[in-house]
C-alpha cells in the first residue's frame, strides 16, 4: 500500500515570510492532491499535480511534482494569517479519481503576526 | 449546487448501538468515498465506490458497512459502536480524470462514542 509522510508535522512562520512543506511517497505518484483544513473544519482543494516536473500555482501558493514522481512540495510566498490550518497531501492509485485517497498526516501550520 | 452533503453534524451514540451516516451528492459523480479522521492520524479510507452497486475495502474498513443503490447515496453503516470509532468521518465524491477540481469533500460528522 501506498504511504505519504509530510514533513513538517508542524511549522510556525512570521507573517510575511515563505515557507516550504514536503510529501513523500513511498510509490509512484499518479496524481497528488493537495487540501487546506482548517480547524474543525472541511477539506478545500488546493491543486492537484500528474506529471513529473509539473508545478501549479493558486494565489500564493505554488505546487511541484519532482521528476521521479515521488515527492511534492507546497511553497507559500509572503505568507498572511489566512494561510494557517492544515496541509494535506493525498494521493489516488491511479491518478483517476476512483480508488479514494491516501493522506499523509498533515503539516499544521501557524502564522505569527 | 449543493455538493456534498454529509448528515448529521454531530452524533452520540453508546456502545453497542447502531447508525448510519448519511452522504449525499449532486454533482452526477462516479466514485464516491469515507474517511475517518484522527487526531495524529490524517484521514483514512475506510470504503469506496466507483458506482451504484460496486463497493470496496479501504484501509480501516472494520467496524464499517457500507452499499451504493445511486449514484447520489453514499451511507455509512456502524452496526455495533465502539468507542474506537469515535472520530471525525468525511465523505467524498469525485469523478474520471478528477484534476481541476480534485475530490469533493463534506462538511463532516463528528460521532463520539460513550
Known amino acids: 500500500s501506498q504511504e505519504l509522510e509530510q514533513s513538517p508535522q508542524s511549522l510556525i512562520v512570521q507573517e510575511g515570510k515563505n515557507l516550504t512543506i514536503n510529501c513523500t511517497s513511498s510509490?509512484?505518484?499518479?496524481?497528488l492532491y493537495w487540501y487546506k483544513q482548517k480547524y474543525g473544519e472541511g477539506l478545500i482543494f488546493l491543486m492537484m499535480?500528474?506529471?513529473?516536473?509539473e508545478e501549479k500555482s493558486h494565489e500564493k501558493i505554488t505546487a511541484k511534482l519532482d521528476e521521479k514522481k515521488q515527492q511534492s512540495s507546497l511553497h507559500i510566498t509572503a505568507s498572511q494569517p489566512s494561510h494557517a490550518g492544515i496541509y494535506l497531501c493525498?494521493?489516488?492509485?491511479?491518478?483517476?479519481?476512483?480508488?479514494?485517497?491516501?493522506f499523509g498526516k498533515g503539516t499544521h501550520l501557524i502564522i505569527q503576526p | 449546487n449543493a455538493g456534498v452533503t454529509q448528515t448529521p453534524k454531530f452524533q452520540v451514540l453508546k456502545t453497542g448501538q447502531s447508525m448510519t451516516l448519511q452522504c449525499a451528492q449532486d454533482?452526477?459523480?462516479?466514485?464516491m468515498s469515507w474517511y475517518r479522521q484522527d487526531p495524529g492520524m490524517g484521514l483514512r479510507l475506510i470504503h469506496y465506490?466507483?458506482?451504484?452497486?460496486?463497493?470496496d475495502q479501504g484501509e480501516v474498513p472494520n467496524g464499517y458497512n457500507v452499499s451504493r443503490s445511486t449514484t447520489e447515496d453514499f451511507p455509512l453503516r456502524l452496526l455495533s459502536a465502539a468507542p474506537s470509532q469515535t472520530s471525525v468521518y468525511f465523505c467524498?465524491?469525485?469523478?474520471?480524470?478528477?484534476?481541476?477540481?480534485?475530490?469533493?469533500f463534506g462538511s463532516g460528522t463528528r460521532l463520539t462514542v460513550v
Open positions: 467524498a465524491s469525485s469523478y474520471s480524470g478528477t484534476g481541476i477540481y480534485g475530490y469533493t
Open positions: 510509490k509512484t505518484l499518479y496524481g
Open positions: 499535480l500528474q506529471k513529473g516536473g
Open positions: 493525498g494521493a489516488d492509485g491511479t491518478g483517476g479519481g476512483a480508488d479514494g485517497l491516501t
Open positions: 454533482m452526477n459523480h462516479e466514485y
Open positions: 465506490s466507483v458506482g451504484a452497486g460496486i463497493t
